[in-house]
C-alpha cells in the first residue's frame, strides 16, 4: 500500500518549507503529496512551486480565495484530487521525522482511522525548528530538557508497543491523521458547514465511528512537531459547538455539504 499526504496551510511558507523538506526524506517516501491552500498569498506558491521542481512524486497545489478559515472545503478538495487508497493528512507547521509515512502505513488497518500525536514546540524554538531537528534525537533530547517542547514523551521511536484501539472523541486532530480515501468517501468527507476555527475534525470522527470505524493510536509512532502560533480566531466557535453536538444527536454519517454536495440517507 501506498500513501498519499495532504498538507493544509494558510500563510505560513517557511513552515511549509520544511514540512515539505521533512516529506522528501522519509524512509517510506509519498507517492504524491497534495498543498491543501486555504487562501494563502503569492510566496506559498513559490515554496510550492520550488518544491514541486525537486520532488520525486506529483507534488500539486490547490488553492482557494482567502474567505476565512475554510479547511474542510480545502481538504475536500484536496482529498478529491488525490488518487491513492490510503490518505495521511497533516499541516503546513507540523514537521514529520523521517519514519512518519511508514509508521503511518504500518499502523493502517482496515475498519480503523489513525489518531496521530503530536510535539508542541515552544515559541522561540519554533523560529529556527527545522526538517533536520526533527531526524536529531540528540537535538531534541536537549531541547526538551531545557524546557521548550511539550509532550516531548512520545519522543522515543518504539515499534515494538502495541498501538490501542478506542472509540474517544478527546484529542482528535487532523493535523496528524491517517484515512483511507473509500471511508472518507462514505461519509462524505469534512462538512463544509463548518467555518472559522474549531470542531471540524471531531464532527468528522463522530460521523466515522458512525460508520462503524474505530480509533488507531500509538504514543510512539508517527509523530510530528507542531510549530507554535498565535492562538486562531475563535469567534465561530459557538456555531461549530452547535454543528458538533447536531452531529452527536444524529443518527446518520453522510453529511450533505461535504465531498459530494447535496443530501442522501444512509444506505
Known amino acids: 500500500m501506498q ?7 494558510y500563510n ?54 482567502d474567505r476565512g478559515f475554510r479547511a474542510a472545503r480545502i481538504r475536500n478538495r484536496a482529498i478529491n484530487a488525490c488518487r491513492e487508497e490510503y490518505l495521511i493528512l497533516l499541516d503546513g507547521d507540523c514537521i514529520p521525522g ?21 510535539i508542541l514546540v515552544g515559541r522561540r524554538l519554533s523560529r529556527r525548528f527545522t526538517a533536520d531537528y526533527a531526524d536529531s534525537l540528540g537535538k531534541l533530547i536537549f531541547h526538551a530538557l531545557r524546557g521548550e517542547l511539550g509532550n516531548w514523551h512520545h519522543l522515543p521511536r518504539v515499534p515494538f508497543v502495541k498501538p490501542a484501539r478506542t472509540r474517544r472523541l478527546g484529542g482528535v486532530r487532523s493535523c496528524n491523521m491517517g484515512l483511507f480515501k473509500k471511508d472518507l468517501v462514505a461519509v ?48 465561530d466557535l ?17 453529511c450533505k ?6 443530501a442522501r440517507s444512509n444506505p
Open 257 to 262: 455539504n461535504g465531498l459530494m454536495t447535496g
Open 12 to 65: 505560513r511558507p517557511r513552515a511549509l518549507t520544511e514540512v515539505l523538506r521533512a516529506l522528501s526524506r522519509q524512509t517510506r517516501p509519498p507517492v504524491e503529496v497534495t498543498v491543501a491552500d486555504d487562501g494563502s498569498g503569492p510566496q506559498t506558491a513559490a515554496v510550492v512551486k520550488k518544491a514541486a521542481a525537486k520532488a520525486a512524486y506529483p507534488l500539486q497545489h490547490v488553492w482557494q480565495e
Open 3 to 9: 500513501a498519499a499526504v495532504i498538507v493544509t496551510t
Open 238 to 254: 459557538d456555531r461549530n459547538d452547535r454543528l458538533l453536538e447536531a452531529a452527536l444527536t444524529s443518527t446518520s454519517y453522510y
Open 98 to 118: 523521517r519514519h512518519f509515512i511508514e509508521d503511518h502505513l504500518r499502523l493502517a488497518r482496515a475498519g480503523c482511522f489513525f489518531q496521530g500525536k503530536r
Open 188 to 235: 462524505n468527507g469534512f462538512n463544509q458547514d463548518f467555518e472559522g476555527w474549531g470542531r471540524e475534525d471531531t464532527e468528522l470522527v463522530v460521523r466515522l465511528y458512525r460508520l462503524g470505524l474505530k480509533r488507531m493510536e500509538h504514543r510512539f509512532m508517527a509523530i510530528c512537531y507542531h510549530l507554535w502560533h498565535p492562538e486562531h480566531d475563535r469567534r
